[in-house]
């Protein structure tokens, strides 16, 4: 799987938004970018996943560039509980990407104040 | 009810023994996976397994080793456990060619 490159932490204010970037500048036509969260203490938890248009679903958007070598995970109005590492990863779904299993890399570590 | 889960949630073992660990899904998902998280918090995939095809990630010793039942279940069975294999072991499971990664809650593994 092509690599991403993520901020190491952020911090943000509860009830703002949160803009969480990724580069993936050598990212190719058939990658997908999926991206995942981890809250302390528990598994990763899938936040959504888009190809080439931006993508909306209850917990996040994403945005992805015209060039597709960046994207940008949009958390609406950031709470407490979205305090969690956030991994950008792509996944090719051809060539047997999915049976590889996804790729992790350090991820951004989101702080959320008070 | 819930999507995957595994068993058992924490493990305290000696070195040398020998210990399971198990995973199910009820997605409906043809492919599960075997994860480690080290102290460092570092994500990485020891195994896949789609239609008794066995991805094996090379930097996994052959001490671990995964066995399917059927395609709901992906045990984990650890053979001669060092101190070096402490970690929290999550399963996986996705439909290969779409969709998101379902995640296990994990299990704490201790080698004492």
């Known amino acids: 799987d092509a690599k991403t490159t993520q901020p190491n932490s952020m911090e943000s204010n509860e009830e703002e938004p949160v803009h969480l970037p990724c580069n993936h500048s050598?990212?190719?036509?058939?990658?997908?970018i999926h991206w995942y969260r981890q809250l302390p203490s528990q598994g990763p938890e899938y936040v959504i996943h888009?190809?080439?248009s931006n993508v909306n679903n209850r917990m996040a958007s994403l945005a992805i560039a015209e060039d597709r070598k960046s994207s940008t995970l949009i958390l609406h109005r950031a709470t407490l509980r979205d305090a969690a590492v956030y991994y950008c990863?792509?996944?090719?779904?051809?060539?047997?990407?999915?049976?590889?299993?996804?790729?992790f890399g350090k991820g951004t570590h989101l702080i959320i104040q008070p | 009810d819930t999507a995957v889960s595994q068993t058992p949630k924490y493990l305290v073992t000696q070195m040398g023994n020998d210990k399971s660990i198990k995973c199910e899904q009820n997605l409906g998902h043809d492919t599960m996976y075997w994860y480690k998280q080290d102290s460092k918090k570092f994500l990485k995939i020891m195994f896949s397994?789609?239609?008794?095809?066995?991805?094996i990630n090379e930097t996994v010793p052959n001490r671990f080793s995964p066995k399917s039942p059927d395609k709901a279940h992906l045990n984990l069975h650890i053979n001669s456990l060092e101190l070096g294999d402490s970690a929290v072991y999550f399963c996986?499971?996705?439909?290969?060619?779409?969709?998101?990664?379902?995640f296990g809650s994990g299990t704490r593994l201790t080698v004492v």
């Open positions: 050598t990212i190719s036509g058939t990658d997908y």
């Open positions: 397994y789609n239609n008794k095809e066995l991805i």
């Open positions: 990863i792509l996944r090719d779904v051809l060539g047997g990407g999915g049976a590889d299993g996804l790729t």
């Open positions: 888009g190809l080439t």
């Open positions: 996986a499971s996705s439909q290969m060619t779409r969709g998101g990664y379902t």
